[in-house]
Antibody, heavy 120, light 106 residues
């Protein structure tokens, strides 16, 4: 079964870092790109950036430049998103979603989401 | 950056009626436009890509149209399970989401 399974909820203090994982199963990992999207409580979808699995090329939204790092581990078919210097406004559900690189970056499959709460 | 603007913000529709949602791009995105459905507590789900192609398993009552800067998602006869928030996303130049349209029961 094709699916993306994300890591569990996190509670972090301001200034800390969080690393969310997204494990893919049921398909060829390397042909895909992974977009990370977050959704603050009651708000819309906000793109953070993407990483292409086969060559690890990344593209980050300017808003997150310098604070986010996206990586992949092809040996375990897992994508990671690390966000540093957390503030309360980073409280959100973080989603990974995949697209087939070279076929249009619409997001065909989504993870279940990971709630990250930033609170002192 | 391409800005996507959806209208209306909220659409009140009775079950069985037609719903028409709009999405406008700040510059042409050709047909590189997708629509997603999100229900409370769930991840978004792909409905339409290429402006008009239904994703696997999506019922025929969902249809998309448009190209360039103006796009429409139509739900021909709303079912109870269709009340949700709908987002458009352009993928002609990186990716950008609209702010969403909530379809609620009238």
């Amino acid at each position: 079964q094709v699916q993306l399974l994300q890591s569990g909820a996190e509670v972090k203090k301001p200034g800390a870092s969080v690393k969310v994982s997204c494990k893919a199963s049921g398909y060829t990992f390397s042909i895909y790109g992974f977009t990370w999207v977050r959704q603050a409580p009651g708000q819309g979808l906000e793109r953070m950036g993407w990483i292409i699995a086969y060559n690890a090329n990344t593209n980050y939204e300017q808003k997150f430049q310098g604070r986010v790092t996206m990586t992949t581990d092809t040996s375990t078919s897992t994508a990671y998103m690390e966000l540093r210097s957390l503030i309360s406004d980073d409280t959100a559900v973080y989603y990974c979603a995949t697209f087939i690189y070279g076929s249009g970056s619409y997001l065909t499959l989504w993870g279940q989401g990971t709630l990250v709460t930033v609170s002192s | 950056e391409i800005v996507m603007t959806q209208s209306p913000a909220t659409l009140s529709v009775s079950p069985g009626e037609r719903a028409t949602l709009s999405c406008r791009a700040s510059q042409s995105v050709s047909s590189n436009l997708a629509w997603y459905q999100q229900k409370p507590g769930q991840a978004p789900r792909l409905l339409i890509y290429g402006a008009s192609t239904r994703a696997t398993g999506i019922p025929a009552r969902f249809s998309g149209s448009g190209s360039g800067t103006e796009f429409t998602l139509t739900i021909s006869s709303l079912q109870s399970e269709d009340f949700a928030v709908y987002y458009c996303q352009q993928y002609n130049n990186w990716q950008t989401f609209g702010q969403g349209t909530k379809v609620e029961i009238k």
